[in-house]
């Protein structure tokens, strides 16, 4: 039996007395799309600050491709090949698309801050490997015409676009997805589920997402983990979350959990 490429177990995230996570267990494996939903305050994007280092959970463990990171600090938890985006757009305005891009090559470079000063041999290496590594993601997205545009030039999905593929430049083998549809058009919405779907196709990346569209979520997720209360009701495959009776009182109310329709939205 193969390895699972990130292994939750038993995690518990405790804020003065207030349980923001009891306990929670569960595994993706690598090369899927795994999906964490439930109402808001379920503890979800506590889930992802213990898994990327910005929280240090009270107890359990997080392993990735076998390693024990819990409690790891952020930047080193990003060098075993983790990446993340948040529910709010966080570009910076004031640069280029290409150099919002680069931002996301720090961790290939290694010459430091003073050889990156006085632009040293192995500095200007790494500058044209970032370049063209952001072209290749530029290319990717269909957006090598927009390299010197500043984003908030762009609709709200490219610009939504222009930070996922900042994850991309950080060549992780695991991408965290924080609401990436959220204040979506339909069609801005479909755009990122090929976009994600693509990615994990070429790069053979993972995605772990919080996202509140159901719909999408059902098609395109291979697993789906549900929290509610900071606790851990469901786990399974978008047909049996959807059909399964915890997981509907926890959207529609306890009143209409036994002989409701399947969650659909």
């Known amino acids: 039996m193969s390895q699972a490429l990130l292994e939750v177990t038993s995690l518990l995230m405790r804020f003065q ?68 985006t948040f529910q709010n757009l966080a570009l910076f305005g004031g640069l280029t698309v290409m150099d919002n891009l680069l931002v996301g090559a720090y961790r290939q470079g290694s010459s430091g801050l003073l050889q990156g000063a006085f632009l040293s041999r192995r500095a200007r290496a790494e500058q044209r490997a970032a370049v063209a590594s952001a072209t290749e993601v530029l290319e990717f997205l269909g957006m090598l015409d927009l390299a010197d545009v500043l984003p908030g030039e762009l609709p709200y999905g490219r610009q939504k676009e222009i930070e996922f593929a900042r994850a991309l430049m950080q060549k992780a083998r695991l991408v965290l997805l924080d609401e990436p549809m959220a204040g979506m058009s339909t069609a801005e919405k479909t755009a990122m589920t090929a976009l ?70």
């Open 196 to 265: 994600i779907q693509r990615a994990r196709r070429q790069f053979g990346m993972s995605f772990l997402i919080v996202e509140h569209d159901i719909p999408v979520i059902m098609d395109i997720s291979d697993k789906i983990v549900v929290l509610d209360f900071g606790r851990k009701i469901a786990e399974g495959t978008p047909r049996e979350v959807q059909a399964n009776e915890a997981v509907i009182a926890a959207y529609l109310g306890t009143e209409h959990g036994a002989g409701a329709d399947p969650v659909t939205a």
């Open 17 to 84: 007395g207030i349980t923001a996570l009891d306990t929670v267990s569960f595994t993706m494996d690598a090369g899927s799309i795994t999906s964490l939903i439930g109402p808001n305050g379920a503890g979800k994007t506590t889930m992802f600050n213990c898994i990327t280092g910005m929280y240090r959970p009270t107890s359990g463990k997080v392993a990735f491709d076998g390693a024990d990171i819990t409690g790891e600090a952020a930047h080193r938890v990003s060098r075993h090949g983790i990446a993340r």
